[in-house]
Antibody, heavy 120, light 113 residues
Framework: EVQLVESGGGLVQPGGSLTLSCAAS????????MSWVRQAPGKGLEWVAN????????KYVDSVKGRFNISRDNAKNSLYLQLNNVRVEDTAVYYC?????????????WGQGTMVTVSS | DIVMTQSPDSLAVSLGERATINCRSS????????????LAWYQQKPGQPPKLLIN???TRESGVPDRFSGSGSGTDFTLTISSLQAEDVAVYYC?????????FGGGTKVEIK
């Protein structure tokens, strides 16, 4: 079964750090660009970052540049998002999603999401 | 950044009737070298992640009912549900994959009248 399972969400104070993980199974993880997409409570979808198959290229939305770091471990079929210096506005459900062979491919497989709450 | 604007924000349609959702991009998402529109549509039901419905503006994903169709080119796109079913109640998003940052429309909530 094709599956993405996120973990690592929780409550974090403003300025704090958190690392999210996404475990992939049922497909050739190493062949695809991977993304993180977030959704604030009651709001729409926002793409956060994506990473090339070998990890050599990373792209970010401006609002997280310099604070978040996307990475992957193809041997473990896992995707990560390190959140640093978090802000209240980073509160959201974070989804990992697979894309195709190119950064411009659509999000065809989604996880169920992990909730990050930034609050003091 | 390419801004995606959807309209309406919400609509209520009777069962069996047509629902039409519009999406406009702030610049063309038609790539001239392959003549493809880099525009996708997703459906999100409450408590669930989004599900890809349509790629390249008009190509239905495998398993998506044929009552869903996409049209448009350049900057103006439409998602049509030809005969609304109860299971189609959801929020629908358009998304451009023409350039980064990849951006979504604000969503359109479809309900039963």
């Amino acid at each position: 079964e094709v599956q993405l399972v996120e973990s690592g969400g929780g409550l974090v104070q403003p300025g704090g750090s958190l690392t999210l993980s996404c475990a992939a199974s049922g497909f050739r993880f190493s062949a695809y660009w991977m993304s993180w997409v977030r959704q604030a409570p009651g709001k729409g979808l926002e793409w956060v970052a994506n990473i090339r198959q070998d990890g050599s290229e990373k792209k970010y939305v401006d609002s997280v540049k310099g604070r978040f770091n996307i990475s992957r471990d193809n041997a473990k079929n896992s995707l990560y998002l390190q959140l640093n210096n978090v802000r209240v506005e980073d509160t959201a459900v974070y989804y990992c999603a697979s894309q195709g062979a190119q950064w411009w491919d659509i999000f065809d497989i989604w996880g169920q999401g992990t909730m990050v709450t930034v609050s003091s | 950044d390419i801004v995606m604007t959807q309209s309406p924000d919400s609509l209520a349609v009777s069962l069996g009737e047509r629902a039409t959702i519009n999406c406009r991009s702030s610049q063309s998402v038609l790539y001239s070298s392959d003549n493809k529109n880099y525009l996708a549509w997703y459906q999100q039901k409450p408590g669930q992640p989004p599900k890809l419905l349509i790629n390249w503006a008009s190509t239905r994903e495998s398993g998506v009912p044929d009552r869903f169709s996409g049209s448009g080119s350049g900057t103006d796109f439409t998602l049509t549900i030809s005969s609304l079913q109860a299971e189609d109640v959801a929020v629908y998003y358009c998304q451009q994959c023409y350039s980064t940052p990849l951006t979504f429309g604000g969503g359109t909530k479809v309900e039963i009248k």
